[in-house]
């Protein structure tokens, strides 16, 4: 096979349907007919075997994008599904070569097939891909009215997630299969969550949902300062309302990753990563239960991404990757925390530290007075019974020091 001309990127990218050669453009045939190299599934091969001339190569087991790499220079070809730049290998090599080695060729997604058949228009639909990836992510997406089209792994994937569906109270929800888009084998198929039984179901295949709230649903808010109730806790837990707060201080920004040093229920870290699917945390708790009980609120709340390190700070905090954000809501006052989390931080990072008790807030305004920053006391009542009437039942107030690293 040639070698690419001077100035062509040697890598092409190739996006494959189910309907195999058919769909290719004259450009990407081309190219894969040219490749000296030709890595991609299994599947993906077979589909476009009468074209290729070069060597091919299934993926690796397990994945990995480094024999692509190590043939940089030839004229090498991957094939993917659909376009290979949504959730595709397309976006992993590109992180890992510049833009302008390579060329994409895109079919059109699952996606695209599949709001297409249904007539949704995709920019109002929530896309997402749960392959090889926790079935609760689905959780802070499921809001009355929602559509959302979603990627599974394999053909159990449909009735798991129709089952948390059900449990989860929007059993009401149509889901509507799609299986092998695009292909001969094509086939659309809908059933109710609850009662779903749906057989035979191709491994290649994706959901499509519409929310239907039942009366026992609790849509997860997309604002901050969940319900206490929401949370499995011990009483260790920012309170509802102070969380609020304390989120506003944290000021989540995209792609940011957060320590919740002394995490408790995990409440801050959980909501958090709540504010956007891009954000990280990291919740540093020593105590093997409520560390389990952290785990158990991330998948009930959807964040199952949420790191847990079960540890006593600052020991805990040595080779964690840098924080962008750190939150102090328990052990500010413990030997060494406050000042390993404020060495920790990267110029520019933020900090938020909570106390209840004299001898922490004395801490938080000590650092203030020498570090700056911004110091606010916050309180909270709520209404309870007084005998037969109703008051004002205060709770212990909080104060709370916010500082930005220079």
Known sequence: MAEPSQGSPWLSIIGLGEEGIAGLSPAAAERLSAASLIFGG?????LARSLLRGEAHPWPSPFSIAPVLAARGQAVAVLASGDPMLHGVGATLLRAIPPTEALVLPAPSAFSLAAARLGWPLAEVTTLSLHARPQEALRPHLHPGARLLVLTSDATSPAAL????????????????????????????????????????????????????????????????????????????????????TLSALAPLRGELLWDIGAGAGSVAIEWMLADSSLRAIAIEPRPDRAAR?????LALGVPALRIVEGTAPAALANLPTPDVIFLGGGAADPGVMEAALAALPSAGRLVANAITLETEALLLARHATLGGELLRLAVSRAAPVGGMTGWRPAMPVTQWSWRKP
């Open 42 to 46: 299994a599947r993906h091969l077979a």
């Open 294 to 298: 952290i785990r158990r609120n991330a």
């Open 162 to 245: 129709a089952a948390m569906l059900t449990a989860d109270g929007f059993g009401d929800s149509p889901v509507t299969v799609f299986e092998a888009l695009g292909g001969p084998q094509e086939r659309i198929r809908t059933s109710a969550a609850a009662g779903f039984a749906l057989a035979g179901i191709h491994p290649l295949n994706l959901l499509a949902l519409e929310i239907a709230a039942g009366p026992s649903s609790r849509p997860i808010p997309r604002t901050p300062g969940l319900p206490d109730a929401a949370f499995e806790h011990d009483g260790q837990i920012t309170k509802r309302e102070i969380r609020a707060f």
